[in-house]
């Protein structure tokens, strides 16, 4: 990665800024790495990361970062604090925190395990919408294209936020991004008290429900037949059997992958095993042939294989009445995902 220097803005409201080198952001095509499989349900970890900022944050890892394409230079800073986390778990009160007015602050790195989710809290306060993200990366270094992200909502005080994520299907680390949502000049978002560990499969169900309270209702009978099209799914979430769920997309597949999709399923059917593998590219607007199909399938060789295989099984079937689409000789490809372990 090339380096730029990047100076902080000064702020009226804040403290004297610091002065931080960060990289610039590197746009990378995603790579597979082989032989990865789900992660077991494990009790929570502590530690992955807790930072108050009390020291500079740029000693930790932490980098003040530009979008990649963007002239404008990076804004935001640090300003230190003299209590701890530990000190008082009031929301007021002299904490370190970082701010970034253009641009996103990126976190150290830390180690993931493939469909393990995570806990994330911090404390917000931001002037305008904003975003945070996890971004991940394969063992090789290189940014997969599957994220997980959510916002941050504009505030007048300082607020409290609990989240949690799922690492993707070929992630190795990931790292954690804070950014305004459309910049604008004199206004801030203000993050502190960044805490990440690993999750419980009860904590993410309990978020899940408690987040799921807050929306509208939605008034739906499903139709009693709804399983007649996809039965060998069906009797492999009332067998207990492996469960692949691939879902192919743009930013929709993406955010539709980053809910908590499989454990809901696992607490409809005790038992059942089900593993989700978001394959996404962004902006794309039509169904991918069945070769980047193939192509795109993370997981592993094994994943890849199975929809090669698919591939094959589907040109010795009889033809049926009627043309043959694009769209579901793509479905045929994925099928086998589910199918076969």
């Known amino acids: 990665m090339s380096h730029v220097a990047v100076t ?38 502590p530690g992955i990361l807790a930072v108050d900022f009390q020291s500079d944050p740029a000693k930790a890892g932490w980098e003040l970062l530009q979008f990649s394409g963007i002239q404008t230079p990076a804004k935001g800073g640090w300003v230190p604090g003299s209590r701890t986390r530990e000190s008082s778990d009031s929301k007021s009160g002299d904490f370190g925190y970082v701010s970034v007015e253009n641009g996103y602050w990126q976190s150290s790195p830390f180690g993931v395990t493939p469909h393990q989710y995570y806990r994330l809290t911090f404390q917000s306060h931001a002037q305008v919408p904003g975003y945070w993200a996890a971004m991940f990366f394969a063992a090789d270094g290189q940014m997969l294209p599957a994220d997980h992200n959510s916002g941050i909502f504009q505030t007048d005080d300082w607020i409290d936020n609990e989240l949690y994520f799922q690492a993707k299907a070929d992630a190795a680390s990931a790292r954690l991004w804070f950014f305004p949502a459309s910049p604008k000049d004199g206004h801030t978002i203000c993050i502190r008290n960044v805490t990440l560990a690993t999750a419980t499969d009860q904590q993410v169900l309990d978020w899940a429900d408690r987040l799921y309270a807050t929306l509208p209702p939605v008034q739906y009978q499903p139709p009693r037949d709804r399983w007649t099209l996809i039965p060998r799914t069906i009797e492999k979430l009332r067998r207990g059997e492996p469960l692949r769920i691939v879902i192919l997309g743009d ?13 809901l399923i696992q607490r409809q059917y005790p038992g059942s095993r089900v593993t989700v593998i978001t394959s996404i590219r962004g902006g794309a607007r039509r169904v991918p042939s069945p070769a980047q199909v193939v192509e795109r399938v993370p997981g592993g060789a094994a994943a890849r294989r199975d929809v090669v295989h698919a591939r094959r099984d ?13 769209a579901g000789e793509v479905l045929r490809a994925c099928r086998s995902v589910s199918r076969r372990r």
């Open 8 to 45: 902080a803005a000064e702020n009226p409201n804040l403290a004297p800024q610091a002065e931080i080198t960060a990289s610039a952001a590197d746009d990378a095509a995603a790579k597979v790495a082989d032989g990865l499989v789900p992660a077991a349900a494990q009790p929570a970890k």
């Open 251 to 263: 930013s929709i597949g993406n955010d539709t992958g980053s809910s908590p999709l499989d454990k």
């Open 314 to 326: 589907a040109r010795q079937r009889p033809r049926r009445p009627g043309r043959r689409t694009h």
